[in-house]
Nanobody, 117 residues
Framework: QVQLVESGGGLVQPGGSLRLSCAAS????????MGWYRQAAGKQRELVAA?????????ADSIKGRFTISRDNAKNTLFLYLQMNSLKPEDTAVYYC?????????WGQGTQVTVSS
């Protein structure tokens, strides 16, 4: 089992920045890929960014050049981050952290990001 807890969401003005964090605990040694997804109201959940255990990254076209995904291992916790710059109203959504283990994917509870003036 893996537990994922996101934090860092909130209300920000257009052009502003936020940094999302996701703390993974439990069977973190089995995790290979991790990622951030988002789901806006009335829309399907979509991939924002992903990172492999080797550090390779993949970004959605809509956020390339504005968002950066990174991961960091602490003693018993694995952290996933999403640095979001130049935020736009269309970035408003619930952002979810996910972690992939063999044969199973885990999700966090989500954190709301609202970009509005």
């Amino acid at each position: 089992q893996v537990q994922l807890v996101e934090s860092g969401g909130g209300l920000v003005q257009p052009g502003g920045s936020l940094r999302l964090s996701c703390a993974a605990s439990g069977n973190i040694f089995g995790i290979y890929n991790m990622g951030w997804y988002r789901q806006a109201a009335g829309k399907q959940r979509e991939l924002v960014a992903a990172i492999t255990s080797g550090g390779s990254t993949n970004y959605a076209d809509s956020i390339k050049g504005r968002f950066t995904i990174s991961r960091d291992n602490a003693k018993n916790t694995l952290f996933l981050y999403l640095q979001m710059n130049s935020l736009k109203p269309e970035d408003t959504a619930v952002y979810y952290c996910n972690a992939d283990l063999p044969l199973r994917r885990f999700w966090g509870q989500g954190t709301q990001v609202t970009v509005s003036s």
